[in-house]
């Protein structure tokens, strides 16, 4: 069990950020075109979507105002999809957003990196990525749907890795096809020159939903916790599990840092249709505003109630959960407000498997 007293420190701590709720890192779904089909998409993005891609400049008009308040550079924007390489003005919008101060990345597939748009990335001011290996060749290339996307996405570490001062890490959706290929997929990440990866597991959402095989069990939960805290103590990569849960034993084994969900708290998203949200995997229900109607810096300040004090989540299978003050029904991403009840709860798998 993780040190009681450091677990009481910690959720006070989480209280006191949920109160000042000072916003560090934005979200910007600006297509939900993308070049591959993902099995475990959690938006359903296809290359014809029905929405159009946001203008770059109505979503520039509606973060300006944040400058009021915070300082830009204390502020990370994320631009993801679909695929945000398919957005025409990416380039002109990245140089735009570092010309008023604020840091930005993208969260991409790898495959459209090529040499000459990370060269173009970089000119327009680039600090951050995020790319998806999910195992080995026929493993990755059967959860994106094409046979050309691990060739693709190895190619763009190789760019990725090769530059100094960007910040990037390899995120791996785990699934029953990849799980025993860990052990392997992490020395070929380090003859990669890889030094940060981050697994996740896939969340019944968007197309993974149609797609519930996938999941993990309990005692496949447990062995990756196993492998990733075990694999925390090779200094040559930094291995973590992403903040989708709280895992019990494993808290202050598998992260840098113990399981805080800071949507809402921390974290705020705008949508390719102008909601404004938390991660945009939340589901839709949650939506805060709309910045064609809705001032982004007020809705950020008056709203989101539903997130920072989730009291309310105390329900269902959390209702009588030994573990609730130190989780508080989990990942909001993975909550299901028709069930009144998290989608998956891994420290739930993780019990009823022993």
């Not at 009481?8 to 109160?19: G, M, R, S, V």
């Not at 695929?83 to 008023?100: A, N, S």
């Not at 896939?202 to 993974?208: D, E, H, M, S, T």
Request: aromatic share 10%; with cysteine.
């Amino acid at each position: 069990m993780p040190n009681r007293f450091a677990q009481f420190f910690y959720n006070q701590f989480k209280k006191n950020e949920a109160k000042i709720h000072e916003l560090t890192y934005l979200f910007w779904e600006c297509t939900q075109r993308c070049n591959l089909q993902c099995r475990h998409c959690g938006s359903d993005c296809t290359s014809h979507s029905k929405v159009q891609d946001m203008p770059f400049d109505d979503f520039l008009k509606a973060i300006l105002p944040l400058k009021n308040v915070y300082n830009p550079d204390s502020i990370t924007i994320a631009i993801t999809g679909g695929e945000p390489l398919l957005h025409r003005d990416l380039f002109r919008g990245g140089k735009i957003l570092r010309e008023h101060g604020f840091h930005w990345g993208i969260v991409s597939n790898g495959y459209m990196y090529t040499p000459d748009v990370h060269d173009e990335l970089l000119a327009a001011g680039m600090e951050s990525l995020t790319i998806s290996l999910d195992g080995f060749e026929d493993t990755h290339n059967w959860l994106r749907a094409n046979d050309k996307s691990f060739k693709n996405a190895v190619k763009a570490l190789s760019l990725i890795t090769s530059t100094k001062g960007l910040t990037y890490d390899v995120v791996t959706c785990v699934n029953h096809k990849n799980i025993r290929e860990l052990s392997d997929l992490k020395e070929f990440l380090l003859s990669k020159n890889v030094k940060a990866w981050r697994l996740f597991t896939i969340a019944p959402i968007g197309r993974a939903a149609n797609n519930s095989d996938m999941l993990l069990s309990g005692e496949e939960l447990t062995y990756l916790m196993d492998f990733i805290a075990l694999s925390r103590t090779d200094p040559r990569i930094n291995v973590q599990f992403s903040c989708e849960a709280y895992t019990g034993k494993y808290e202050g084994k598998v992260r840098d840092s113990g399981f805080f969900c800071r949507a809402g708290i921390n974290i705020a998203s705008i949508l390719i249709d102008g909601s404004i949200s938390a991660c945009p995997n939340i589901n839709r229900h949650f939506v805060q505003g709309n910045i064609y109607q809705d001032d982004f810096l007020e809705v950020w300040n008056s709203r989101f109630d539903v997130m920072r004090n989730r009291k309310w989540t105390k329900t269902g299978i959390c209702s009588h959960c030994k573990d609730y003050k130190n989780c508080s029904g989990g990942a909001m991403h993975l909550w299901d407000e028709k069930k009144d009840s998290p989608l998956v709860c891994v420290q739930h798998e993780m019990r009823m498997a022993q």
